[in-house]
């Protein structure tokens, strides 16, 4: 079984910063790729950043330059720096997994969602 598990969500003011962290357990042999998409209220889940295993990126362009991606392949561990943050990017943010190969099967995986809140 793999667990996906977020953390360092919050609230924040305009132009602030957070770091978000979703760490990967289980009986893992690679991850293909680790993404972050979000869900505001009322609209659909995006995509936001995902960064393969052969370090290839996207990121949404509403983010670029303010958001980055890293992975600790080691770690199975995937990182979101969010500077510059302005109200529209309060969402709830999740992690997602790609391509997750355990020895016996590829599935992808979700966490279980951090809210991010930019105010004032």
């Known amino acids: 079984q793999v667990q996906l598990v977020e953390s360092g969500g919050g609230l924040v003011q305009p132009g602030g910063s957070l770091r978000l962290s979703c760490a990967a357990s289980?009986?893992?042999?690679?991850?293909?790729?680790m993404g972050w998409y979000r869900q505001a209220p009322g609209k659909q889940r995006e995509l936001v950043a995902r960064?393969?295993?052969?370090?290839?990126?996207y990121y949404a362009d509403s983010v670029k330059g303010r958001f980055t991606i890293s992975r600790d392949n080691a770690k199975n561990t995937a990182y979101l720096q969010m500077n510059s943050l302005k109200p529209e990017d309060t969402a709830v943010y999740y992690c997602k997994a790609d391509h997750v190969y355990t020895g016996r099967r590829v599935d992808d995986y979700w966490g279980q969602g951090t809210q991010v809140t930019v105010s004032s």
């Open positions: 960064r393969t295993i052969g370090n290839s990126l």
């Open positions: 289980g009986s893992i042999v690679s991850i293909n790729a």
